[in-house]
């Protein structure tokens, strides 16, 4: 088993940054990949971005390409997600994930909500206008 604790979530106007944190425990944490995504009152949860177990390998949407930015400290059991320019529309509940390593060969597989074992109860992020 996995837990994940995600922090780091609050109110910032448009144009600002925050950094999320998501830690685990219960299992290594290099051999997980880890994903972030987020989920807006009625709407699906969306992928955002994926750090593979090694680090090596990256993955982002093109919604966040270029203004957040994944990270992991393997160290720390945690993985970052820094957000920049932050939109109004980037107001959401934003929620980790991890997958056992090896899983996911490419974006497709690290965009799916099934490829991922387990789920952390996310932060509430909102962008003011």
């Known amino acids: 088993q996995v837990q994940l604790v995600e922090s780091g979530g609050g109110l910032v106007q448009a144009g600002g940054s925050l950094r999320l944190s998501c830690a685990a425990s219960?299992?290594?944490?290099?051999?997980?990949?880890m994903g972030w995504f987020r989920q807006a009152p009625g709407k699906e949860r969306e992928f955002l971005t994926a750090?593979?177990?090694?680090?090596?390998?990256?993955y982002y949407a093109g919604s966040v390409k270029g203004r957040f930015t994944i990270s992991r400290d393997d160290a720390k059991n945690t993985v970052y997600l820094q957000m920049n320019s932050l939109k109004p529309e980037d107001t959401a509940v934003y929620v980790c994930?991890?997958?056992?390593?090896?899983?996911?060969?490419?974006?497709?597989?690290?965009?799916?909500?099934?490829?991922?074992?387990?789920w952390g109860q996310g932060t509430q992020v909102t962008v003011s206008s």
């Open positions: 994930a991890a997958q056992y390593h090896g899983r996911c060969p490419d974006y497709g597989c690290f965009a799916e909500v099934s490829s991922y074992d387990y």
């Open positions: 219960g299992r290594t944490f290099s051999d997980l990949g």
């Open positions: 750090i593979s177990w090694s680090g090596g390998s990256t």
